[in-house]
Nanobody, 111 residues
Framework: QLQASGGGLVQPGGSLRLSCTTSRSILSRNAMGWYRQASGKQRELVATITGASITNYADFAKGRFTISRDWTKNTVYLQMNSLKPEDTAVYYC???????WGQGTQVTVSS
């Protein structure tokens, strides 16, 4: 019900845009979020966005990442700039109110 995509290998300082496509029903009834889980670590919040487009970011994401949603495409995006090796993780899309998780997309930041 949540299809995440857009991960890949990028050099430090580079950018990626993750996409999470879902149904209009889910998108309209949920705050949406991106979380990440690095190898050997717990899953952590990256950013969330409400139906009113109120956003919240983890400290490490502020100034570098932007979460947004496109109602015409039923998609939530995570634009990631100035990527660092420590951003390497599997990134998950999350529908907060329904407690739904996407399958995850791998982001690797390495030279």
């Amino acid at each position: 019900q949540l299809q995440a995509s857009g991960g890949g290998l990028v050099q430090p300082g580079g950018s990626l845009r993750l996409s999470c496509t879902t149904s209009r029903s889910i998108l309209s009834r949920n705050a949406m979020g991106w979380y990440r889980q690095a190898s050997g670590k717990q899953r952590e919040l990256v950013a969330t966005i409400t139906g009113a487009s109120i956003t919240n970011y983890a400290d490490f994401a502020k100034g570098r990442f932007t979460i947004s949603r496109d109602w015409t495409k039923n998609t939530v995006y995570l634009q990631m700039n100035s990527l660092k090796p420590e951003d390497t993780a599997v990134y998950y899309c999350h529908a907060l109110d329904f407690a739904l998780w996407g399958q995850g997309t791998q982001v690797t930041v390495s030279s």
